[in-house]
């Protein structure tokens, strides 16, 4: 069955170090997406990829890093420089940019020990 | 500048029926998505309207007024299961993308 898949489910990081999120799609999509949930509130943008090979910044970028090597991966790495990582982490999908809607991965949840 | 406005929490029973209204200011608009996550969950697609009007698919239908900048979800039939947290997301004009609201939690009860 097609869809996405991260990993880990559960992170735990030291405060100074980076951690990167796995995000691996097989849906043959063209456009991938990070958000990040805190407790009782929506989905905010990170980062965002229309095609391999390049991706855009969202509206809380600062602290986090991705690559778009290949068609099927977006991992997400959480910097040291992003003072709040504590959240959970869901990695999207869509056939292009927009369309009608976006197929999620079950998150990552990344808690700063 | 974007804003999104819905309902923080709604409460009704077993077999009712809810409606979740959502407003919203975007640059530009293409359409209006809704999303339903349930607690620890990832979000699962639940509709898209581009055009006005009302969709329809099963127990959920949702609405939308493009002039009014306005769109609803409702929820007939109303099952246990359907208690989970409901986002509203306008695709905007700028990059494209949907933009998320803060959710609605709705809580059904026995």
């Known amino acids: 069955d097609g869809g996405i898949t991260q990993s880990p489910k559960y992170l735990f990081r030291k405060e100074g170090q980076n951690v990167t999120l796995s995000c691996e799609q097989n849906?043959?999509?063209?456009?991938m997406y990070w958000y990040r949930q805190d407790p009782g509130q929506g989905l905010r943008l990170i980062y965002y990829?229309?095609?391999?090979?390049?991706?855009q910044k969202g509206d809380i970028a600062e602290g986090y890093s991705v690559s778009r090597e290949k068609k099927e991966s977006f991992p997400l790495t959480v910097t040291s420089a992003q003072k709040n990582p504590t959240a959970f982490y869901l990695c999207?999908?869509?056939?292009?940019?927009?369309?009608?809607?976006?197929?999620f991965g079950s998150g990552t949840r990344l808690t700063v020990v | 500048g974007q804003s999104l406005e819905q309902p923080s929490e709604v409460t009704a029973v077993e077999g009712a029926i809810v409606q979740i209204n959502c407003t919203y200011q975007?640059?530009?608009?293409?359409?209006l998505s809704w999303y339903q996550q349930h607690d620890g969950g990832a979000p699962t697609f639940l509709s898209y309207?581009?055009?006005?009007g009302l969709e329809e698919t099963g127990r959920f239908s949702s609405f939308l007024s493009r002039s009014d900048s306005y769109g609803y979800l409702l929820l007939q039939e109303l099952q246990m299961k359907d208690s989970a947290s409901y986002f509203c997301?306008?695709?905007?004009?700028?990059?494209?993308?949907?933009?998320f609201g803060p959710g609605t939690r709705l809580s059904v009860l026995p």
């Open positions: 999207a999908s869509s056939i292009r940019t927009g369309g009608t809607g976006y197929t």
């Open positions: 849906l043959n999509h063209d456009a």
């Open positions: 990829s229309q095609i391999v090979n390049d991706f």
């Open positions: 975007t640059s530009g608009f293409y359409g």
């Open positions: 309207n581009a055009l006005d």
């Open positions: 997301a306008p695709r905007d004009n700028y990059g494209q993308n949907f933009v």
